[in-house]
């Protein structure tokens, strides 16, 4: 599939009401106080990658959706 001109694919998890959108923190050269981008207000963890965005997200079917999810999730192996 081709790239709509102007998006950029990064990483995006949710719950079904929020999503949290991952990707590449600044480096020490580009943002040197933090200013851009602040890990520890961000809740970033010290492995992987970096909190650009937590996101409230009110729909339906995201909300089902993700409870579809969890269910599979924690669904007992028979
Ligand atoms: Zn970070």
Redesign the pocket.
Known sequence: MAEPKGYHRIEAWTNGVRVVLLGD?PDDETDPECEM???DA?G?SSLGH??LARLWVDDQWLRQWAKEKTAAQTEEPT
């Open positions: 923190a981008h602040n890990c961000m970033c970096h909190v």
